[in-house]
């Protein structure tokens, strides 16, 4: 079993910065690829950024520029971050922590956290 945590939302102003946390436990170990996806009020989830199955990442091109995603490995936890920046009302959205098992193709979703900027 995977267990996905995410952490960081909030309001914030436009222009503004966030943090997101997503802390992963569980049956991690392995190959697997972790990214952070976001469903917009009244809209489909879409692709923020992540990691891809190559080691590289990937970003939405509306974030571009002014989102960054890293990861930390621990002893018996993963911990990807989402640093935010610039923020825009159309950024608001609530924010999943998604972890794909690239072995049995399993996907993994956290209850995410909703990140709200507005003035």
């Known amino acids: 079993q995977v267990q996905l945590v995410e952490s960081g939302g909030g309001l914030v102003q436009p222009g503004g910065a966030l943090t997101l946390s997503c802390a992963a436990s569980g049956s991690i170990f392995g190959i697997n690829v972790m990214g952070w996806y976001r469903q917009p009020p009244g809209k489909q989830r879409e692709m923020v950024a992540t990691?891809?199955?190559?080691?590289?990442?990937?970003?939405a091109d509306s974030v571009k520029g002014r989102v960054a995603i890293s990861r930390t490995t621990a002893k018996n936890t993963v911990t990807v971050l989402l640093q935010m920046n610039s923020l825009k009302p159309e950024d608001t959205a609530v924010y999943y922590c998604?972890?794909?098992?690239?072995?049995?193709?399993?996907?993994?979703w956290g209850k995410g956290t909703l990140v709200t900027v507005s003035s």
């Open positions: 990691f891809t199955s190559g080691g590289t990442t990937d970003y």
């Open positions: 998604k972890l794909v098992n690239l072995m049995d193709g399993m996907n993994y």
